[in-house]
């Protein structure tokens, strides 16, 4: 019945983890108290997920055009805003065009990295190529704040009036369905609990092992068997949604900074 599958410590800690966020949830059933942050789970949730394929779709779009001629001609024409980006050519140099016109506009060296990594055209000028990442940034910006919104009002707009008395979740949420929905939304905190303790597990057994301590990431390794990774282990896979989340943050973190 167990065939293929690898129970090590930390999978026996989620699971009893997971388990007892479920009795806790037919417990205290799902009440209205909950739902903001509920609602506010869903849309960070939401926004991580479909918020970069929405943006990526609408830079491809006429919108993210209109977007950087707006910028285009709000930036300066000088000689630093108007030279031939060879950003294409040699990057070190073009990175330096670009980090001299962005001082001479005065966005602090922080942002550099930022802009320049989301420069989506570097063909012409370097003021188009800023343009072009100014118009990047601010869809960005747009698609997940709007994103976030439009899931949060939704989430709440929907499930408010499942409070009533006489309703599907009752006034205390614990009728049937408010079990129901207290064990989904415990459930769902505690994942997310889950995978935020891997994400800084992962930057514990980094850091350690930058100074010569290996031993918390030899823990991970053979705990999760991760060289072999036969059969299906509930641990590993919050590692690997982890590690691929820790990565996403590490890279965006890196263009802010500009490593």
Do not use: C
């Amino acid at each position: 019945m167990f065939e293929g599958i690898n129970f090590g410590v930390m999978d026996i800690v989620i699971i009893v983890f997971l388990v007892l966020s479920v009795f806790w949830g037919l417990i205290t059933g799902f009440n209205k108290k909950k739902l903001t942050s509920f609602a506010t789970e869903v849309g960070f949730v939401v926004t991580y997920f479909f918020g970069s394929p929405l943006s990526h779709f609408i830079a491809q779009t006429d919108l993210s055009y209109h977007i950087q001629n707006a910028y285009h001609g709000l930036l300066p024409t000088t000689e630093a805003f108007t030279a031939a980006s060879v950003y294409t050519t040699d990057v070190t140099a073009g990175k330096n065009q670009i980090a001299t016109a962005l001082n001479e506009i005065n966005i602090p060296g922080l942002f550099h990295g930022f802009v320049i990594n989301n420069i989506q055209d570097a063909s012409g000028s370097v003021g188009d190529a800023i343009a072009s990442s100014f118009a990047s940034l601010t869809i960005i910006a747009v698609v997940y704040i709007v994103l976030f919104l439009v899931t949060f009002i939704l989430v709440k707009a929907i499930l408010s009036p499942l409070w009533k008395e006489g309703s599907l979740f009752g006034e205390d949420g614990k009728t049937l369905m408010g079990r129901i929905a207290g064990v989904i939304a415990r459930v769902a905190k505690s994942t997310i609990t889950l995978i935020t303790a891997m994400i800084v597990l992962t930057l514990v057994a980094q850091i350690s092992a930058h100074f010569g301590y290996t031993g918390i990431q030899d823990f991970i390794d053979q705990d999760l068997n991760v060289a072999e990774a036969n059969g299906f282990s509930i641990a590993r896979l919050f590692y690997s949604t982890a590690s691929n989340l820790f990565q996403w943050i590490s890279t965006n973190t890196a263009a802010i900074t500009g490593a």
